[in-house]
């Protein structure tokens, strides 16, 4: 079973691993809890799923004033789409959550961070195509190739 936080209720779901790709929903309220989009998400839910989580987990700090974080934007959903059942992906807006923002001590945006079983796995600043997002998300469990 693999722990999974709701982005929208903030509940903890337990997925069955081989059900990750199938589209599972939140028991409580449910929205789908790897639907392969990219959410946004508040400062304490991505807190609560960093601590929770037991997929991959990358956030894309980002904020509405950044040309390189709404040029990324579209690759990073299209990254999220192709992670569907693998990782999840969600962004966090530094504007709206600047406290969150300097706790994980982000100097520059676009910056990702990839989360796994509740720690930093790895860390990556400046925009970045799909291909490249897909292979960051999927470096910390080095199961992909
Ligand atoms: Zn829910």
Known sequence: ???LVCFDCGQTNRVPQ??????????????????????EI?????A???RTDEAPLV???WAPWCGPC??????YSK???ALKGKARLVKLNTEQ????AAQFGIRGIPTLISFDKGRESARQSGALPAAQIEAFALRPSGAKG
């Open 79 to 81: 990254a999220a789409t």
């Open 97 to 100: 959550h600047q406290k969150a």
């Open 59 to 61: 956030v894309d700090f």
């Open 18 to 39: 081989e059900r990750l790709a199938a589209g599972p929903k939140c028991g409580t309220c449910g929205t789908p809890l790897m639907d392969g989009k990219a959410h």
């Open 48 to 50: 609560k799923a960093i």
């Open 70 to 75: 709404r040029m990324m934007g579209p690759e």
């Open 42 to 46: 508040d400062a304490e839910t991505l």
């Open 1 to 3: 079973m693999v722990k």
